[in-house]
């Protein structure tokens, strides 16, 4: 399983930097500044989580039976596609409605934390 996340941590890497050129350059005429600020933040969380799914992969190949972890790499990934997938729809159509999912992303973001505190105190399960 490990080898799945650090391969998901190189995809998610690889189209954080993307995408953040992307709007750099592609979309730099399209966004305006509130829309920028919204992709930044969705690039942001991407690259940050990107981050910590590789650690994660590192962790699990020591650690490969812990379920903490598997609760935090699943929960990363899915933040990933729901918290930053939602701000890049946002920033490009301005269809408020998606600001709603994105919640959705974040609390995904936070059950991946809190499963890796889990982690730190029980230690291998």
């Known amino acids: 399983m490990y080898k799945l996340y ?29 829309a920028k600020g919204i992709w930044e933040t969705a690039v942001q969380y991407q690259t940050t989580h ?5 650690i994660l992969a590192i962790l699990m190949k020591n650690y490969v039976t812990s379920s903490s972890l598997k ?3 699943i929960s990363w990934v899915i933040g990933i596609v729901i918290f930053s997938g939602s701000l890049y729809c946002l920033a490009l159509t301005r269809m408020k409605w998606l600001g709603a999912i994105t919640p959705i992303g974040g609390v995904a ?3 991946g934390w809190l499963a ?10």
Do not use: C
């Not at 941590?9 to 750099?24: E, H, K, N, R, W």
């Not at 890796?116 to 399960?125: P, R, V």
């Open 71 to 73: 609760v935090a790499g």
């Open 50 to 54: 990107a981050l910590a799914l590789m």
């Open 6 to 34: 650090l391969a998901l941590a190189a995809v998610f890497g690889a189209l954080s930097v993307i995408l953040g050129a992307f709007a750099a350059h592609g979309l730099k005429s399209r966004l305006d500044d509130y």
């Open 109 to 111: 973001f936070i059950v």
């Open 116 to 125: 890796l505190l889990i982690f730190a105190i029980k230690g291998y399960e």
